[in-house]
């Protein structure tokens, strides 16, 4: 079966724009998946509030093992956010040989400092030196070309809403003269999303921040295309979508005992569509031909 990474380097050569949703454990891949997505993507903010922590104090492991629970339950291909690399240069390297390991076709590395801090979810960030920053891509794809050279490396910055689009632009360049495949940056208004793509030596990434308190623009995928983006990451919308619907439905029970958001009907259509998604058709095969049997129930 043809790699992932060889997967994705193929679905970013042949598709002028791709959608990548956020999403933090396999059934949610899965369903990425056979809605018809292209690829899926795991990210840090998704993956910290999945375990009510901040993304700042996630481990390496733990977002390499998120990542890899998804990457193995899909054919399609998976990119992950590995914040700052978890490190220096050295450290960096070992990131991208384990999100490799893994089964992820590509990573994001960003120019914050390491350890993150959690008042980056309060747009606060503490940017590295160029030349730290440089030096993280630039053994991020040396490690990539000594172990696979389709794995997918996005030069990612946060330095446009302190020090302004032309330094972040100017970050994302250098990472593409170390080889970077991707860049990524965060346009603070809508004049800035314009320009960065025309700006950049690489194709760049956007990132759909729904819910942000920094005026940061949602553009619809037609809008960013026409921009000249090549990718979308939908950061937020598939945790956000689930805490808010779950969250209405458990405060319906707690105030009244029931619940009428889905009718019985529903629910029974719910219930088959995840089994569908699990694949329990194929579970039940292995079992009737070993240890039950269909006429009695049991062997």
């Not at 959608?19 to 933090?24: A, G």
């Not at 019985?264 to 194929?282: F, K, L, Y």
Request: hydrophobic share 40%; glycine share 8%.
């Amino acid at each position: 079966m043809e790699k992932a990474t060889t997967r994705l380097r193929k679905l970013f050569s042949e598709k002028p724009f791709v959608y990548l949703p956020s999403v933090y454990y396999p059934l949610g891949g899965r369903m990425v998946q056979e809605i018809g997505f292209d690829a899926a993507y795991i990210g840090g903010y998704v993956t910290g509030g999945s375990r009510a922590v901040s993304e700042p104090l996630l481990t390496m492991t733990e977002q390499v093992e998120t990542a890899e629970g998804v990457a193995r339950a899909i054919d399609i291909p998976t990119v992950c956010d590995a914040g700052a690399g978890f490190g220096e240069p050295l450290h960096v390297t070992r990131t991208v040989r384990q999100f490799i390991q893994a089964g992820v076709a590509g990573i994001h590395i960003e120019d914050q400092l390491y350890p993150k801090r959690a008042h980056y979810h309060k747009y606060v960030a503490h940017a590295i030196p160029t030349e730290e920053f440089r030096d993280k891509i630039r053994w991020a794809c040396r490690e990539r070309d000594k172990l696979d050279k389709d794995f997918w490396i996005i030069a990612r910055s946060d330095t446009c809403r302190f020090e302004g689009l032309d330094e972040a632009v100017k970050r994302v360049n250098i990472g593409a003269d170390e080889g970077a495949d991707m860049g990524m940056l965060f346009p603070t208004n809508l004049e800035e999303a314009a320009r960065a793509p025309k700006e950049t030596k690489i194709p760049l990434v956007y990132v759909q921040s729904r819910g942000n308190r920094d005026g940061r623009p949602i553009l619809s995928l037609k809008e960013l295309q026409d921009m000249g983006y090549a990718a979308c990451i939908d950061a937020q919308l598939f945790l956000m979508v689930s805490f808010h619907h779950a969250r209405q439905a458990l405060q319906e029970m707690k105030d009244t005992g029931v619940y009428t958001g889905m009718t019985q009907e529903d629910a029974v259509e719910v219930r088959q569509a995840i089994e569908n998604t699990i694949g329990m058709d194929e579970f039940y095969a292995i079992e009737e031909d070993t240890v039950e049997d269909t006429k009695w129930g049991k062997r």
